[in-house]
C-alpha cells in the first residue's frame, strides 16, 4: 500500500519528468516520450518511472537511451525539486507497454466480432 507521502512525490516527479522529457523531444522531431506512471520506494530512494513512447516501434531504444543518460536526467529534476524534496531519488526507467497490450486486445476483439 503506497503511502499519502509517496503517492504525492510520485506525482511531483511525474509532473517534472513529464516537463523534462516535454522540452527534450521538442529537439527530436517525430517522437514522443510522456511519463505514464511513477513509482517511488518507501524509503523514497528509488523512483520506477513508466514512459510511453510514440511511436512505439523504437520504445525500447529510447528508453535504453533514456537510462543510459538517468544521472543528467536525475541532476535536472533535482534542480527542479530543490525546494520540495531533500534528496532527489534514483531514476529507472520502463517501457509502458499498456496502450500497446490495449490496442491488441481491440484488435482481437474486433476480428472475432468480424468472424462472428
Known amino acids: 500500500m503506497e503511502s499519502t507521502r509517496q503517492a504525492k512525490i510520485a506525482r511531483l516527479l511525474q509532473k517534472e ?12 522531431h ?3 516520450v510522456s511519463v505514464s506512471n ?4 518507501p524509503d523514497l530512494s528509488i523512483a520506477r518511472a513508466y514512459l510511453s513512447v510514440f ?13 543510459r543518460s538517468a544521472r543528467s536526467i ?22 509502458d507497454d499498456s496502450l500497446d497490450y490495449i490496442e491488441n486486445i481491440d484488435n482481437l476483439l474486433a476480428s472475432d466480432h468480424k468472424e462472428s
Open 30 to 32: 517525430g517522437t514522443i
Open 74 to 95: 536525475r541532476y535536472e529534476l533535482a534542480k527542479r525539486v530543490r525546494y520540495q524534496l531533500r534528496k532527489t531519488p534514483e531514476l529507472a526507467f520502463y517501457v
Open 17 to 28: 519528468l513529464s516537463e523534462i522529457f516535454r522540452v527534450q523531444t521538442a529537439k527530436t
Open 55 to 67: 511511436p512505439s516501434t523504437n520504445a525500447q531504444a529510447m528508453v535504453d537511451s533514456i537510462n
Open 38 to 41: 511513477v513509482r517511488v520506494s
